[in-house]
């Protein structure tokens, strides 16, 4: 039996919140859930920069709203996911999705860099997760899916990278274990090679022509491309559907052939 997601007091629709959404993966998966009917809250470090998508979703006839947050930033989170809740329902599913990747070899690395990239891409799950799941709590049902990488099983360009995003299974298992008696399930994507403006910097910082990157990417890869951002945003719709409510602390590897 497939659990029913409650809607809204009347007949609105689910609200969404997917973070980084202003572009790339996370703008891709905006643009699904709202397909598939959800009210959605795009957020990003900048408002403005949330138009592009915000634009896309109404006039294809969804509803979105633009929300600046950094999510490194507790305060931020916790009016961020105030106004959402105020002005689109209450969140019962959310996409942790923002993330930055920069690159520097290990005896390189300042401090500063691990606790920026450790704070966006670990304590920001963790406080925007503590700020949506009382809302999933009330509502007795929710969809947590949070965007791992396959630098969880290594990343030999980023340790700090790495670190975060093996960091984010753990934590989405935990959650898993943690929140499924109250109906919400947990899970994680973690992306091969995506075409995305992350990719394009990594690029651009090894001195490479975007076009020779993929490539090289696509011919170690076995389907023998590359992966585009609508093809984790199909993920992301199965994980976020009530179909999905027996699948949770999983790690699904959206990266166009088997990980180790
Ligand atoms: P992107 O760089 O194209 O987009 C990331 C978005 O997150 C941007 O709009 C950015 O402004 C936002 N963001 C960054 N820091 C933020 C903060 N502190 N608060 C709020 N928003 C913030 O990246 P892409 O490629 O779309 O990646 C999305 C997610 O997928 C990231 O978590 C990334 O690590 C992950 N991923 C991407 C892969 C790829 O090949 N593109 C592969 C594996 C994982």
């Known amino acids: 039996m497939t659990q029913t997601p409650p809607t809204g007091s009347s007949a609105s629709p689910r609200t ?3 973070t980084g959404a202003a572009r790339g993966i996370g703008a891709a ?3 699904q859930l709202a397909r598939d009917g959800l009210a959605v809250a795009v957020v990003d470090l900048d408002e403005a920069d949330c138009a592009g998508t915000v634009e896309a979703i109404t006039a294809a006839g969804g509803t979105a709203l633009a929300v600046a947050a950094d999510i490194a930033d507790e305060a931020a989170v916790g009016a961020a996911v105030a106004r959402v809740a ?4 209450p969140p019962t599913v959310l996409v942790n999705n923002a993330g ?4 520097a070899e290990l005896v390189d690395m300042t401090t500063e860099q691990w606790d920026t990239v450790l704070g966006v891409n ?4 963790f406080l925007v ?6 809302y999933m709590i009330d509502a007795g049902w929710g969809r947590i899916v949070t965007m791992s990488s396959i630098s969880a099983t290594g990343d030999a360009a980023r340790v700090d990278y790495g670190s975060a995003k093996a960091g984010l299974i753990g934590f989405t298992k935990s959650l898993a274990l943690q929140l499924g008696r109250h109906g919400i399930t947990a899970n994680a994507i973690a992306p091969g090679f995506v ?5 394009r910097l990594s690029a651009r910082r090894l001195g490479l022509d975007f076009d020779d990157f993929q490539r090289q990417a696509a011919a170690s890869i076995a389907v023998g491309r590359v992966g585009q951002p609508e093809d984790i945003a199909h993920t992301a719709s199965y994980l976020t559907s009530p179909h999905a409510g027996f699948v949770s602390g999983q790690v699904i590897y959206v ?3 088997p990980v180790d």
């Open 86 to 89: 105020a002005e689109l329902g």
């Open 29 to 31: 998966v905006a643009r």
């Open 16 to 18: 969404a919140l997917v």
């Open 195 to 199: 075409v995305s403006d992350m990719t």
């Open 100 to 103: 930055i990747g920069p690159r």
């Open 129 to 134: 997760t503590r700020a949506v799941a009382p």
């Open 255 to 257: 990266a166009g052939g």
């Open 122 to 125: 670990l304590r920001g799950p």
